[in-house]
């Protein structure tokens, strides 16, 4: 890739899980009554139709991980399980007494912190409890994010039974150093033992994720990890660019110096030679930063243009509705977005109290509806158009001008109506999107909002 255009485009932007992304939501003008009524409308427009999605935050890790910037809670007592699992259920329970039949649950996630860190039965309970009063529908996807250190054969065992059939492990790289520096050392071994345990369990999906641009990180510990990772040849990957955003609060990424980190143009040559090696052997480029084999459910939807993105990340399951539960989950009702508490205590407390726990949000606007079209189609397919008028905005000429600096330098072609970014410029996609993204552009953010587009 060219080294111009890296450091040309290089700058802080959003990734762009949602629109409007989180810090431009319109937190003065949301309620939890609103907030409820488009719960109520998006289940009784798409419940019967094509289902809802469920994502389910456990926050808990025995050990910090000095990469990661999710929310969560480091401890060791894992007698915090059944407490934490009882609230959500009690959660979920204040969600059903909104609607007004049995949802059907096309796609379910357990994300973290660290979802191995409880128990195979404390799991299992959970779900168990989640279908009492729920349907799984025909074509339904349940995946979670499994610690290959922790993850054992009774954790997949457990989770196979009540319906899962896809997990994703956290690999990030296979050298020492690196891990060291990350405070995530595992062995390739252990990554290799439970993804054959998975696959012979009867997972259909294995996914692994894996992270460039990390402190003390060279271009040939990149090679060697893609090199092992051939080896297994996992079903999906994850293959983005380590986040450095060490200002935000609860954030562990102060165990290294900006220093130790690779420079824009070193991680873009670690990302090039790694999206090389991954094709050379099957994988193909899903959206941003992914890439899955022909076999995977990930490709079928990008072949079948139903490519979905949500607070998730890339879902081949589109559905109009996502509850989040737990602490500091987001939800998704189409219309409108909620975020949970982020503290645990007072994620329990206002639960027993009988209030759903939300503590901020953003009802969308028609403006709103029709840019998030607009950046769902980007980022998921590298193009948009406006050829119906409900994709037309007063703005669009602005944002098409804004733009052809980008086409001069060959990495898209803007059309009458419509645009489509070339396989140069996919690295750009992100700020593409900021283009259309009017919030943004109306309140240039602060630099240190974001993570490099790059």
Known sequence: MCTSLVNKYNIPGPRYTSYPTVPYWDINTF???SWIKSVQKSFGESNTTEGISLYIHLPFCERMCTFCGCHKRITKRHEVE???????LKEWQLYLDLLETKPNIKELHLGGGTPTFFSPKNLEYLINGIFRFANKTEDCEFSFEGHPNNTTREHLQALYDVGFRRVSFGVQDY???VQEAINRVQPFENVKHITETA????????GHDIIFGLPFQKQEEVIQTILKTKELMPDRLAF??????PWQKGNGQRGFKESNLPTAEEKRKQYETGKKLLSEVGYVEIGMDHFALPNDSLYTAMKNQTLHRNFMGYTASKTKMMIGLGASSISDSWYGFAQNVKNIEEYQHLVTEGIIPVYRGHMLTQEDEIIRKHILHLMCHFETNWKDDELYFRELPEVIQNLRELEIDGLMKIQDDSLKIYKKGHAFVRNVCMAFDLRLQRNKPETTLFSMTV
């Open 199 to 206: 696959r012979e369990i009867g997972f259909t999906s294995v």
């Open 82 to 88: 059944m407490p934490y699992i009882r609230t959500l």
């Open 175 to 177: 050298n020492k150093t």
């Open 31 to 33: 309620s939890l009554k």
């Open 240 to 245: 983005y660019s380590y986040a450095h955003v």
